[in-house]
């Protein structure tokens, strides 16, 4: 019995020497994944960026928790300043006391920094010029959205009297999507282009209105808007 326990003792210790080591491999350096790792135990918010490439690790505030508006101003600037860095993936770190800001560039160690704009990086504002391949594309997806809204503007089907969009708006002509948002009297309140188009469903056509984000509400909008190409925008006008 009392040789065991010396044994068990034993393994403890070498144990806890084991992960003594450990420890100080991490802290001699302090990655991104283990500052993320360490920030989920203390109270930290982490924002990302829309390109998902860039993260401000925020200190003093839980996940959730709405920041003063000082604050959320300081990360919204900070974030637009690395979404200049288009390439890059940078995380950075708002500490809770000090005012420099730590950053860490492609999973390199934190350095400390006082202005973004000194870092030894291509500032590539806007990104790189579009390729020729990637401008096809959009474009062909963009056609094949505006295609797809035509064919239903001139499909009755919408409807159940026989009546489609075209027989009263050719060309989409009276539809005015520039003038929207604005107030309309037939539905009593400030009304998006979306709203006019299911008060045309359901009011001569005697279809069941589209929701929001049906796939065919969007076609429509997009084909209605492309032949209103040039037009100035006038919110509200009458
Ligand atoms: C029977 C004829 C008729 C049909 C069919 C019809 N509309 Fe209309 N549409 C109107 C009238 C009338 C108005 C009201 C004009 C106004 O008072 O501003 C209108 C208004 C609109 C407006 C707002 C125009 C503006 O100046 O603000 C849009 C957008 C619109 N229609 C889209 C559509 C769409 C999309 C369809 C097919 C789903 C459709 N309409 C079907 C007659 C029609």
Same mark, same amino acid.
Request: overall charge negative; hydrophobic content about 35%.
């Given at each position: 019995?009392?040789? #065991?326990?010396?044994?068990?003792? !034993?393994?403890?210790?070498?144990?806890?020497? %084991?992960?003594?080591?450990? =420890?100080?491999?991490?802290?001699?350096?302090? =990655?991104?994944? =283990?500052? @993320?790792?360490?920030? $989920?135990?203390?109270?930290?918010?982490?924002?990302?960026?829309?390109?998902?490439?860039?993260?401000?690790?925020?200190?003093? %505030?839980?996940?959730?928790?709405?920041?003063?508006?000082?604050?959320? &101003?300081?990360?919204?600037? *900070?974030?637009?300043?690395?979404?200049? %860095?288009?390439?890059?993936?940078?995380?950075?770190?708002?500490?809770?006391?000090?005012?420099?800001?730590?950053?860490?560039?492609?999973?390199?160690?934190?350095?400390?920094?006082?202005? @973004?704009?000194? *870092?030894? *990086?291509?500032?590539? /504002?806007?990104?790189?010029?579009?390729?020729?391949?990637?401008? &096809?594309?959009?474009?062909?997806?963009? +056609?094949?959205?505006?295609? #797809?809204?035509?064919?239903?503007? /001139?499909?009755? #089907?919408? !409807?159940? $009297?026989?009546?489609?969009?075209?027989?009263?708006?050719? $060309?989409?002509? =009276?539809?005015?999507?520039?003038?929207?948002?604005?107030?309309? #009297?037939?539905?009593?309140?400030?009304?998006?282009?979306?709203?006019?188009? +299911?008060?045309?469903?359901? +009011?001569?056509?005697?279809?069941?209105?589209?929701?929001?984000?049906?796939?065919?509400?969007?076609?429509?909008?997009? %084909?209605?808007?492309?032949?209103?190409?040039?037009?100035?925008?006038?919110? !509200?006008? /009458?």
């Amino acid at each position: 019995m009392k040789t #065991t326990h010396k044994m068990f003792m !034993g393994l403890i210790a070498i144990l806890m020497m %084991y992960a003594a080591s450990v =420890n100080a491999d991490n802290n001699s350096a302090t =990655n991104v994944s =283990n500052v @993320i790792q360490q920030s $989920n135990e203390q109270s930290v918010q982490i924002v990302t960026a829309c390109d998902g490439k860039k993260k401000v690790i925020v200190e003093g %505030y839980k996940e959730g928790e709405p920041m003063p508006e000082q604050k959320a &101003r300081e990360v919204a600037k *900070l974030l637009t300043a690395l979404m200049g %860095y288009c390439e890059e993936e940078i995380t950075a770190k708002i500490p809770e006391t000090e005012i420099a800001i730590q950053l860490s560039i492609n999973g390199d160690p934190f350095i400390s920094v006082t202005a @973004i704009e000194e *870092l030894p *990086l291509v500032l590539v /504002h806007g990104g790189k010029p579009h390729t020729e391949r990637e401008k &096809r594309i959009w474009a062909a997806e963009l +056609n094949r959205m505006i295609d #797809t809204g035509y064919k239903i503007f /001139h499909d009755p #089907t919408l !409807g159940t $009297n026989g009546i489609s969009c075209d027989m009263c708006h050719p $060309n989409a002509s =009276n539809t005015h999507p520039e003038t929207y948002p604005k107030f309309q #009297t037939q539905t009593k309140k400030a009304a998006l282009l979306r709203d006019m188009i +299911n008060w045309c469903i359901e +009011n001569p056509q005697e279809g069941k209105k589209l929701s929001d984000d049906d796939p065919r509400m969007k076609a429509l909008e997009a %084909y209605i808007i492309s032949e209103r190409t040039g037009v100035i925008l006038e919110p !509200g006008k /009458h």
